[in-house]
Every structure is written in C-alpha cells, then in structure tokens.
C-alpha cells in the first residue's frame, strides 16, 4: 500500500465564469467541489494506475466532511483525522472567453499541538503497513517545523520508502531526516538553494540530505539526480494544457516505482509520461491514459555524463 | 416584529489578495465568513437601529449549517428552513493594491416542491407576528415563477405590510400580488419596465400593481412614488466608499417607517441618511452611526410637483 499524506487537505472548487473581470460581479454559471491539497490528488493518480492506496492526513470542520464525503463517493479510502478548525477551500475561477484560471489558496487552519500528537499516533500506525510514503505540500499554520522531518523518520523506522514534495522552509527542514526522493519543480528547486543551474541546486538538495532528487521542469520533462546515476527524460513532444496536476502525476509515478524497487530508468521513463499525460486533462488528480500508454514508450531518456552529477 | 425572508441564504466569504491578476494564483492572507442574502442584511441593520426582526428563508447542506452558527454567533434570531441541497456562497476578492472587489455569486442549490411548501407553511405561521415582512434578493431554482406573489398574498392576508426588493422576473410576478413597496434601484427599474427615466419607470411598476416605489439611484438618492406624493430624497453631500448594502440599508429604514405608520416625508429622509452612511462601511448590514444620526437632519427632500409624477 502507498500512503499519502495531505496536512492541508482542501476542497477545490471551481467555479466557470463568462469573463473574468477585475472589479466586477460575476454569475457563477458551474460549481465543481472535489477533495484536493497535492497528496489526494496523488492518491487519484495512483488509484487510476490500480495501485492500493490510502490517504491520511488533517481535515476538520464542516468542509473536512465535505472533504470526506467526496472522497467516499470517489472510491478512495481515507484515513484523515479530524481537527478542530474547518478545512482550506481553494477557489479556481475559468473564464471561458479566454480559458484562463484564477487560483485563489486559503492558507488552512490553525492546528494545535494535541491535534498534531493525535495525528502522528494514527501516523505511525499507518505507516506499518505503507511501502512507500508520500508527503505532499504545505502544512498548516501551528505544526512544528520539523513536522515532515519527524513523518519521514518515522516512516523510516518503519521500513517505508518515502517521497517528498513540498517548498520553502517545510521542504529546507525536512532534508535532515534523509527522505529518499525529493520532487520540486524548477521555482522551487531555485528558491531552496539560491542555484539558478539545475543541476547545481539538485546537488545541493541531495548534499543537504535528499537521497535523490527528481526536478520537474514542465514542458522540459525531468530531471534525476540518484545514488545511481542522473538522468534527463523527455516527452516527445510538449503537451499543451493544464499543468496543475502534472507534479502530482510525477509524484505517483515515482513512489509507484519505488514501491517495486525498479530501476530508476524504468521509473522516470513512467514519471515523464505520467506527468505529461495529465497536461492534457482540465483537473489535477486526473491523467489521459490514452497518452500515458503512448508516451511511456516514447520518453526519451538521456543519461546525464558530466562529473559534477555524480556522486 | 419585522419579518426578512432571504429565500437564497449565503455565506458571504471575503477574501483578502495582496493584487487580483486574472490567469495566476493568490495566496489568500485573510478569509472573513458571514452569513448573507439581502434579507439577512436587512435584519442586520434592523438590529442595529434596535428593531425586533427574525431572519427566515431556506439555507440547507453544511454552508446552511455555517449561516445559522454566523447568525447565532451575531445576535440575529432566525427561523431559516433547511432543504436538501447546500446553500450557496458568494466569494469577494477584495485586492488590497488597487481596493477593487471582486464578486463571485453562485446561483444556489435547486429547491424541490416539498421543500417549498413546508417553507409556506412555516412562512405562514411566522408572518402573524409579523407588522412588516421584507422579501429581498435572488430566489434558487426550483421555485414557482409566482413564489413572491404567494408570499405577499399570505402576508397582507395575515395583516402585515410588505416591502419587495428583487430583480428581473421574480419582480415582475410579483407586482400583481400588491406589494405594499417595492425598492428597485436605477437598473433594476431600467429592466423590469423598459423606460430609462425613472419617474415613467416608476409609476409603470405602480400600474402593474406596486402600491409604493422608492428607487435607489446611488449617490443621487431615492426618487419615492407614492399614494401620497412624490418625492427626491438626497444627502447633502456625496460619500464615497462600499455601496453594496446600501440598498439593504435603505429598505431597512423604509421597513421600520412602514412598521411605524409615518408619513412618507419622514421615511424618506430616515431612509437617504441609513443608505448614505451604509456606504461609508465596507461591509453589507453595517452602517456608520455618526454619519446616520447627521445625515437624517440634513437630508435634502424635495416633492416632485409635476402631473405626471402623481395619480
């Protein structure tokens, strides 16, 4: 079973508009509610590709039932805990005239410190019966800096592989505890290690602590820096679409494949097919298996020969 | 007791953008949730002017829950109908750069005839205790086209008097049923007639069967046409600031002076001072008390003579 962890589960709503107008009203013509935070969406992916999965993670409140209850009607399993402060929305404005989409992210409840022991107690249960882990995206206000630091340990005690996914100070303190995979993307690859050269910044990443580091770099495919060897893989062809999910696609492909121990060509061949198979649909969480089954066959994989990438 | 029917209960979710950019994501900093829906403005602002009100309408689903906790939590009796499906909300993006707001109005959930009728039968009970009941905003799909008119009839049957504040077609079928008031504003007016003067506008919605009209027209004021005369009422100065719970605010004052049986004269003025000084708040159900108590001397009222304006 591949655990995922969302410590900021939402509900994503959508909302469609005609034309989005800055300093106007607007009809809302089309609502969609769907439990999301990167870690469910996840979840979706790895159920798509028939893998047994299991979410965990904090969501309270009256939109944490929401949360719940579309997760129920989504045949995913779940083992979230409740918290006392209601569970982020985040809104998604299309404007159909021009198909852009206007994210607005709340930042979450508080969570308080009994919460979070209640938590990491269901954790390490969980855990026991996890062969890989994935912790995705922010947290929420009030969790302990080093609250993925602690989850990738415990994890580790347990015998589980563990994949990372986050930015900023969360992802800088989790390094110490030695997560086997990191997946930012370029921005955030950039922002934890002030490098501009990706290869540079996955070395430093990978100095700090990471065992690997696989970048996602959009349209460009991805970028690994492993124990054994560092790789470019490609599709071969850019994907236009929507580009939300794709680092979550990535994500369940790369613990899919550390989940069977398989060699790390394999693996990013499946990552940059995944990730651009699910350009091409309008939500995250969602892939076109039609594409995916193509592109795993076409990904060009380059075997990255420089010194200074291996180590 | 003034009765104020919001038959598509909101909550109102304000959320703070450091600058709204159509086609990116926002990092939300601040969420403000209340309960909303003209009617539940209206209550506010009677509560405020010290008045016995009683919220009532249809709000159901979790949100519906958060509408009544937000009202309780506020002071606000309420005798809201729960139905089946979750109400709705309306999410303004207020961009702290440029102090734009930005609105999104969902339309609400569908209302099924069972619904409806245990809402009437309640509605019916409430309304004896009623001297006024106020009938503000949208109504949610699945309502009878004639749900107003239904609504003033079981009301002035009862005894109470009846102010109607909608748009589009629930006005117009409603204005058979004799709406003792009905308070469109300038495009309201515009659409429901055809005419874009105000005073041919307003006396051909007391043709179709409006006892009273007071149209709001912002910063100009309220042109009344009345029974008893007409009339323009204006503050002596323009304010500048939120005028989305103005025309709440006005229909608060022109309820309290129908409950109290005063003379127009004074209706109008009380309501030109309460709309003017909602303006200067930035919240829908507020008003500034200072500028309402100097504003209700200074109010400029001017009766309009010509023939044509009375009948």
Not at 230 to 259: I, K, Q, R, S
Request: with cysteine; net charge neutral.
């Amino acid at each position: 079973m591949i655990l995922t962890v969302t410590l900021n589960a939402a509900l994503d709503v959508t909302y469609g508009v005609d034309r989005l107008v800055s300093g106007t009203s607007h009809r809302v013509g089309e609502t969609h509610e769907r439990a999301g935070g990167k870690g469910i969406n996840v979840a979706r992916v790895l159920d798509l590709l028939g893998r047994p999965t299991l979410v965990t993670g904090l969501a309270g409140g009256p939109t944490g039932e929401l949360i719940r209850g579309e997760l129920r009607a989504s045949g995913l399993p779940e083992a979230l805990v409740p918290v006392g402060g209601d569970a982020r929305r985040t809104v998604t404005v299309v404007s159909h005239a021009d198909g852009q989409a206007t994210v607005f992210n709340q930042p979450g409840p508080r969570v308080g410190p009994g919460e979070w022991a209640e938590f990491t107690a269901r954790y390490a249960r969980l855990v026991r019966d996890a062969r890989v882990v994935v912790l995705s995206g922010s947290t929420p206000p009030g969790l302990p800096a080093d609250a993925y630091a602690r989850l990738i340990r415990t994890a580790a005690a347990a015998g589980a592989r563990t994949v990372l996914d986050t930015s900023g100070p969360a992802l800088g303190e989790a390094l110490g505890a030695r997560p086997d995979l990191v997946k930012p993307n370029a921005a955030e690859l950039a922002e934890a290690t002030g490098h501009t050269d990706m290869t540079a910044a996955a070395l430093a990443l990978r100095a700090a602590g990471a065992r690997a580091v696989v970048a996602s770099l959009g349209p460009r495919g991805l970028e690994a820096h492993t124990p054994d060897g560092a790789w470019h893989a490609a599709p071969p062809e850019a994907l236009t679409g929507n580009p939300t999910g794709a680092g979550d696609a990535c994500v369940a492909a790369l613990a899919a494949g550390l989940a069977d121990g398989r060699p790390w060509r394999r693996v990013l061949r499946e990552a940059a097919a995944l990730s651009a198979a699910a350009v091409l649909r309008p939500t995250a969480g969602d892939v076109d298996p039609a594409a995916y089954h193509r592109l795993r066959t076409t990904v060009r994989l380059e075997e990255l020969h420089a010194p200074h990438t291996h180590r």
